[in-house]
């Protein structure tokens, strides 16, 4: 059994094989180098023509600028990628004989019931495209989607956008389930800070302080090119159980409006302790009402 096995091997599947490589070998492996070489140079030039095109257009800073060129980017690498696998599989199994043309035809049929069949696909790729030519967000924005997930936008396709939260974890959102989108960080980001104090604070000297520590922090260096607008006293927003709220706004760059803010409080906290400056925690009174012992009644027996 073996025996003949081995002599067919030898006799008849090694010549053939042979032979089909000599016959085919060459193109197929230039199929494969071809495809290969064509996604690296694909995707040089679909930068450098990208680069290009995103010039023309106006753009609030060149994070802006960046940030769209990548967006466009990573959504372009994904359809050539799927576009070049397809089309190199097709061209090999046309050299080793399979004839493509049915399964052309048969991939219009199933791309027809596919798009009847699968319409929420249909609605992510078409959403996906709003999304990208709207320029609604873009690759490393921080954005919320439906008011429930929030992080960095890591990847855009026309089907999904992946989100990394502050925990690290990924979040894959189809864009046809995205119905609200907010960005965070589109031009420009506000400090938006409410802080209580005491009720016998004088609100004059607060807004001073306040206006002092916002003035300061612009003009750091460590912190000018973080600014846009200093953080300033905005008004007396709410009379509280405990504490009277004051508004504190400023403007900053995208993405430093937390370190900003955060900075703020620390200063501000600091400022506050020097100016005998009161941040009060909820108080509760309790009053404590004295015992009052029943009258005895005395009953005399006569």
Known sequence: MIDSIRNY????????LGNYIADHGFNLVLI??????????AMVFIKKFIHRAVKRDNFASDRDEQQREDTLVSTVRSVTRVAVIVITGLLLLEEVGINIAPLIAGAGIAGV????????LVKDFI???????????????????????SGVVERFS???TVLR??????HHIPNGEVTIATNMTMDYANVNLDIGVGYDTDIDLL???????????????????SLIDPPQFLRVDNFADSAITVKITG????MKQWAVTGELRRRLKKAFEKNNIEIPFPQRVMRTMPDVAPKSKNKNNH
């Open 9 to 16: 091997i030898s006799e008849e599947a090694l010549p053939g």
């Open 113 to 120: 019931a596919l798009g009847f069949g699968s319409q929420s």
């Open 127 to 149: 959403a996906g495209i709003f999304v990208l030519t709207e320029n609604h967000y873009r690759v490393g924005d921080v954005v919320e989607l439906n008011q429930t997930v």
């Open 32 to 41: 494969l180098l071809l495809s290969y070489f064509l996604r690296r140079f």
């Open 251 to 254: 403007k900053t760059v995208p």
């Open 158 to 160: 026309l089907r999904e």
């Open 207 to 225: 807004e001073k302080i306040v206006n002092e520590v916002g003035n300061e922090l612009a003009a750091d260096e460590d912190w000018k090119d």
């Open 165 to 170: 939260d502050l925990d690290g974890m990924v």
